[in-house]
């Protein structure tokens, strides 16, 4: 499939995978996709950043290439090694067989059958279906070091590898990074990506989005769900909930068979919204009654 011809039908592209975006995200997106840029994408673990990626692969049949960074990530991890193993076994039978030129025995040893190809390199290769999507998630969680190497990666769309040379794409795939903001990433990457802030949505939008992915869930207990979750995110939290949350909450309460919200059912199911013991001690008993009473009061008005 090809790459949406406007913001309308990359808005349909999204809702038609029950992706429930904004207009500036489909703005964003048909721009990154029909110049040929990166996205760069920022916001709050569990927004959905990731589900874009996804969705892309999805609706255009692309190949989905994921890179998921972490602390300590290399070149080997990362775009590519040799298989050592092979080259040693490769060297020992040539050497057995009698063969001394080291000229011709580095290339047959350096040779594209011993590479070990990893996801940015990966995501250079032509594929049938067209350019991939390639995924970069949370970079944030790498260091400068590797965030600096991805330069060359995001501007040519090229790696080299000394015995080889260059590699070079011949069709860019198409990049989404995302980053949960643990620490700042550099501008000079940022300049050669789109950026858009993927925020929490608001009760409309994320009320869209449980009635879109979980199935079957009363009408009353959806509203109830988004307004409880929304109400928590006001609170001072060290993790506030995301969507994935509000989504496994309301799966977790069709399980239950639940219809409303009462405080000892919040409070049964509180870890499924909050991952802290700090954050759960600090809303939970007492703080959920209040909680659910200011939300029933809220909803009458």
């Not at 995302?178 to 009320?207: M, Q």
Request: aromatic share 6%; proline share 4%.
């Amino acid at each position: 499939m090809n790459v949406p011809a406007s913001i309308d039908d990359t808005l349909a592209l999204l809702t038609g995978v029950d992706y429930v975006g904004d207009r500036s995200l489909a703005t964003v997106l048909f721009l990154s996709l029909k110049m040929g840029r990166p996205l760069f994408l920022e916001g709050e673990a569990g927004v959905g950043k990731t589900e874009i990626a996804k969705v892309l692969s999805q609706t255009l049949g692309r190949k989905l290439i994921r890179l998921q960074c972490y602390e300590g990530l290399d070149v080997s991890s990362a775009v590519y090694e040799w298989n050592y193993a092979a080259q040693m076994m490769a060297i020992r039978l040539a050497e057995a067989s009698g063969e001394t030129d080291r000229t011709r025995l580095e290339g047959d040893v350096f040779a594209d059958r011993y590479l070990v190809k990893r996801p940015l390199l990966q995501a250079l290769e032509p594929t049938a279906e067209g350019p991939p999507v390639l995924l970069i998630d949370e970079l944030d969680r790498t260091d400068e070091a590797f965030e600096a190497f991805l330069l060359e990666v995001l501007s040519d769309f090229q790696i080299t590898i000394p015995e080889l040379g260059t590699i070079k794409a011949e069709r860019p795939p198409i990049v989404i990074i995302t980053s949960n903001r643990t620490r700042e990433i550099h501008d000079a990457l940022k300049r050669r990506c789109f950026y858009h802030w993927v925020g929490y949505p608001d009760v409309e939008r994320e009320t869209k989005i449980v009635r879109a992915k979980v199935r079957g869930v009363p009408a009353k207990l959806t509203t109830q769900i988004v307004r409880f979750v929304q109400k928590l995110r006001d609170e001072d939290l060290f993790k506030k909930p995301g969507v994935a949350e509000t989504l496994d909450w309301a799966s977790a309460l069709h399980e239950l068979n639940a219809v409303a919200l009462d405080p000892a059912l919040v409070n049964d199911t509180l870890g499924i919204l909050l991952k802290y013991q700090d954050d759960i001690e600090k809303i939970g008993g007492a703080k959920v009654e209040q909680m659910i009473t200011d939300m029933r009061r809220e909803m009458k008005v």
